[in-house]
C-alpha cells in the first residue's frame, strides 16, 4: 500500500504539467516571411515570448503590429539572448530564463533563430523545461542551412549530386574525411576560410572547386561572394564578407549563375522612402519588398477631422433622408471619413439604399466594395477626376429624380469635378470630410539620409506628399530616383527642383512601384551590358547634375 502511493506519488511529480509549458518557435535565418502557419499563431497568441537576437523585436512588430512593443497593449517580452551586464547568455543560463518563465503558467513562446533542434540550443533548453516537470512543444523552422544557398540560387543536391556534409567550423575538424564529399556547408567559417581551404587542397580537393559564401542570408543585405577554393580567402576579404555566412563548396556553386533569384530582384536592397500617411503605406510597402526593396515609410501628411463638423453632419443626414442621387468618393480616405461619421450615428451601409456610388479609382472602389457596397461608377479610362467627369452621364430630370451630388473630399481638393458636375447639370454639396495636415519632421538620421543621398529611390503619390516631404525634411539628393504617381505629381516635383526619372502611366500604386522596378531592372541591366559592378543609386559618388536648376 505504501509503496503503490509512493510510486504514485512519484509519477505525477515527473508527469509534465501541460498547464503550463513553453512553445520554442524556430524564426528562420533572418526573411520574417519564413515562418511556418504554426509559429505565426503561437507569436499572435503569446503571453510571454523569449528573444534570442535583437531582431526578434522587429519580427513580433511584424506579426503583431507595432503596438505589440508597448508594456500596455502587447505580450511580456524577456531577453533571452543576453544578461542585464550586456552579455551573451550561456546555453544553461538561457535555460534557466526559460523556466522561469515556463513556470508561471501563461502561454510562453521561446523564439530561436533558424531551427529549433538544428545548431540551435533547443535541445539543451528543452530538457531543462522537461526536467522541471512541464510541458513544452517543437515547432520546426527554416534552418540557414538550406535557406541560405536557396536564397543564393545554390542547391546542395541536384542528380548527380547527392551527398552533403554540413561542418561547424572549429579546431579539431579533420578536413580529409571531406576531400570527396560533393557538397560542404561550412557554418562559422568566415575567419577561417584560408586555413580550411588549404587543408582542402592539401587533401586532394582542386584548388579551382568552386566556392561561394553569403552573408545575412535571406535579408535585403544579403551579398554572396562566389571563388575558388584557391581565391576565395582574398576574394572574401576584399568584398569585406563578415559573419554570420554560410560557404557551399562544391560544383553546385556553378548554378548560381543561372538560378541567383533573390539578389537579381529589380530593387535589390535599395532603400526607398515611403512619404505617404501611415494608414496608406502598407500595400505600397508590401509591393517594393516584393521587388527587393527595403521600404521606409516616413509620414508626411496626417489626415484628421475637418475643424467645423456640422457640414459632415448635415451632408450624412441629408444622405440618409434621400436628399442625394450621388455619392462621390475621391480617395480612400473619402470612404474611411463617411464610414467613421456612420459609425458615430449608428447607421451602416443599408443607408446607401437607391443611392448611386461613384468611386474615383479601382483602390477607392476597393474600399467601397470593403464596406459591403459596390460602386456603380468607376472610370473606364484615367483614374482620377478628369476621367470620372468623362464617364458621368449628365443630369435628366426626365431619369433622375433628385440633381444632387453629395462629394465629401479634402480640404485641399481642387474644384474641377465640382465645376464639371455642375456643367453636366448636377447640384453639388461639396464638403470637407476631412482635412490633410502636415506631419511632424522626420528624425534627424532620416533627414540626413534624404538630404545626402543615403536613400535610393523616393516614391511621391501625390503632389501633397512632395510639397510636404521638402517641407519636412528637405529636398532629396541629386542621386536619389524619383518616382511619381502620374503628370500632375511630376509637375509638383520638377517645381520643386527635382527631376522625375519614373512616371506611373496610370494613377495606381501599385503601377507605380512596378514602373519603378521595371527602371531598377533595365538600370541593372545596362551595368550588367557594360561589364560594371551592379550597384545601387546611393552607392553613386554625389553629384549635383541631376537637380534642375532653380
Known amino acids: 500500500m505504501t509503496r503503490a502511493k509512493t510510486a504514485t506519488t512519484a509519477a505525477k511529480s515527473t508527469a509534465p504539467n501541460h498547464a503550463a509549458g513553453v512553445a520554442f518557435v524556430g524564426t528562420g535565418p533572418g526573411d520574417p516571411e519564413l ?61 534557466k530564463v526559460v523556466v522561469k518563465q515556463a513556470k508561471r503558467g501563461l502561454r510562453v513562446v521561446r523564439l530561436l533563430a533558424g531551427d529549433p533542434f538544428l545548431y540551435a540550443s533547443g535541445p539543451e533548453e528543452a530538457q531543462a523545461v522537461a526536467k522541471a516537470g512541464l510541458g513544452f512543444e517543437i515547432v520546426p523552422g527554416v534552418s540557414s542551412v538550406g535557406a541560405v544557398p536557396a536564397y543564393a540560387g545554390i542547391p546542395l543536391t541536384t542528380k548527380d549530386h547527392r551527398e552533403v556534409s554540413v561542418v561547424t567550423c572549429g579546431d579539431r575538424v579533420d578536413w580529409t574525411r571531406y576531400c570527396d564529399t560533393p557538397t560542404l556547408v561550412l557554418l562559422s567559417a568566415v575567419g577561417q576560410i584560408g586555413d580550411i581551404a588549404k587543408e582542402l587542397i592539401a587533401a586532394g580537393r582542386s584548388p579551382e572547386t568552386p566556392v561561394a559564401m553569403t552573408r545575412v542570408g535571406t535579408t535585403t543585405e544579403q551579398q554572396t561572394v562566389t571563388s575558388t577554393l584557391a581565391r576565395i580567402a582574398a576574394d572574401a576579404r576584399a568584398a569585406r564578407i563578415a559573419p554570420p ?179 453636366l447639370g448636377w447640384e453639388c454639396d461639396d464638403v470637407t470630410a476631412y482635412r490633410t495636415v502636415r506631419a511632424a519632421p522626420p528624425p534627424a538620421p532620416t533627414r540626413d539620409a534624404i538630404k545626402t543621398g543615403k536613400f535610393d529611390a523616393v516614391v511621391f503619390t501625390s503632389s501633397s506628399t512632395v510639397r510636404n516631404l521638402v517641407g519636412i525634411a528637405g529636398k532629396p539628393h541629386p542621386s536619389t530616383v524619383i518616382a511619381v504617381i502620374g503628370p500632375a505629381t511630376a509637375k509638383t516635383a520638377e517645381e520643386h527642383g527635382l527631376r522625375v526619372d519614373v512616371m506611373a502611366p496610370k494613377p495606381d500604386v501599385d503601377v507605380l512601384v512596378e514602373a519603378l522596378a521595371d527602371f531598377g531592372a533595365a538600370r541593372r541591366q545596362a551595368l550588367v551590358e557594360a561589364g560594371e559592378p551592379v550597384t545601387k543609386p546611393s552607392d553613386r559618388k554625389a553629384s549635383g547634375r541631376r537637380r534642375k536648376a532653380e
Open 35 to 95: 515562418l511556418t502557419v504554426r509559429a505565426l499563431r503561437l507569436i499572435e497568441d503569446a503571453d510571454v515570448l523569449i528573444t534570442e537576437a535583437p531582431e526578434h523585436l522587429e519580427l513580433v512588430a511584424a506579426v503583431r503590429g507595432a503596438d505589440a512593443l508597448e508594456p500596455e497593449t502587447g505580450p511580456e517580452v524577456v531577453d533571452g539572448g543576453f544578461g542585464e551586464d550586456g552579455q551573451p547568455l550561456t546555453h544553461a543560463a538561457r535555460a
Open 245 to 423: 555566412a554560410i560557404t557551399v563548396i562544391g560544383k553546385v556553386v556553378d548554378l548560381r549563375d543561372a538560378l541567383s533569384w533573390f539578389e537579381t530582384k529589380p530593387l535589390f536592397g535599395w532603400r526607398v522612402l515611403v512619404p505617404r500617411t501611415k494608414e496608406q503605406s502598407a500595400s505600397l510597402s508590401t509591393r517594393l519588398r516584393h521587388y527587393g526593396g527595403v521600404p521606409e515609410e516616413v509620414p508626411t501628411i496626417s489626415v484628421e477631422p475637418p475643424r467645423n463638423p456640422q457640414q459632415m453632419d448635415k451632408a450624412v443626414r441629408g444622405l440618409v433622408e434621400g436628399r442625394y442621387e450621388w455619392i462621390a468618393f475621391t480617395s480612400v480616405n473619402a470612404v474611411k471619413a463617411v464610414r467613421e461619421k456612420f459609425e458615430e450615428y449608428g447607421l451602416d451601409a443599408r443607408a446607401f439604399s437607391g443611392l448611386k456610388i461613384a468611386a474615383v479609382g479601382d483602390k477607392t472602389a476597393q474600399a467601397i466594395a470593403a464596406w459591403g457596397l459596390r460602386a456603380d461608377l468607376v472610370p473606364s479610362g484615367e483614374q482620377s477626376a478628369a476621367g470620372l467627369l468623362e464617364d458621368w452621364p449628365e443630369y435628366d430630370e426626365q431619369l433622375d429624380p433628385i440633381n444632387r451630388v453629395f462629394l465629401p473630399r479634402a480640404d485641399i481638393a481642387t474644384e474641377n469635378l465640382v465645376a464639371g458636375l455642375i456643367d
